[in-house]
């Protein structure tokens, strides 16, 4: 299986909703850059404590990036650790929400999904039962995320 390697929005949205299982049930193992990490340990809460969890279970991993080449300074530092890593492996997975963090990552063609996909995926594997009550308590946490791009993968499935 590819590697699959996570910025930090999508964890700590799963975090928050309780669901951060749904990336092991899929994927089994999670790489993260050092600066993501961080930014996920970053503030105090249930979700930092779930994530540290994950870590501590050993199905995410944090790796060490060094980063060869210029990024647009757009981004985060988390999501230049996290392509950086991506361009190591070119099969690698790439879970990213940041528009501009996912335009960078279709420019070095690399592989990639946000995390409604993720929940999309999750739920035609019947992981879970219904990925559109999860992108709702997402987004009543105060994550950007969209039903209609849920509504969109769904249509394209009839």
């Known amino acids: 299986m590819a590697i699959v390697i996570?910025?930090?929005?999508?964890?700590?949205?799963?975090?928050?909703?309780?669901?951060?299982?749904?990336?092991?049930?899929?994927?089994?193992?999670?790489?993260?850059?050092?600066?993501?990490?961080?930014?996920?340990?970053?503030?105090?809460?249930?979700?930092?404590?779930?994530?540290?969890r994950a870590i501590d279970?050993?199905?995410?991993?944090?790796?060490?990036?060094?980063?060869?080449?210029?990024?647009?300074?757009?981004?985060?530092?988390?999501?230049?650790?996290?392509?950086?890593?991506?361009?190591?492996?070119?099969?690698?997975?790439?879970?990213?929400?940041?528009?501009l963090a996912r335009r960078q990552a279709m420019a070095l063609e690399l592989n990639y999904i946000g995390i409604v996909r993720v929940l999309y995926l999750a739920e035609q594997k019947l992981l879970i039962n219904n990925a559109e009550m999860l992108i709702q308590q997402m987004a009543d946490t105060g994550y950007r995320v969209s039903i209609q791009l849920f509504n969109a993968l769904k249509s394209e499935d009839l």
């Open 6 to 52: 996570s910025d930090a929005g999508p964890l700590i949205a799963l975090a928050r909703i309780d669901h951060l299982s749904i990336l092991r049930k899929l994927f089994s193992q999670i790489q993260i850059p050092v600066a993501v990490y961080n930014e996920c340990l970053a503030k105090e809460g249930i979700d930092s404590q779930r994530i540290k």
């Open 57 to 99: 279970a050993g199905w995410i991993q944090i790796i060490t990036v060094v980063i060869k080449q210029s990024f647009p300074v757009s981004l985060g530092k988390g999501e230049i650790e996290a392509i950086q890593l991506a361009l190591e492996d070119k099969q690698s997975l790439l879970i990213m929400d940041d528009r």
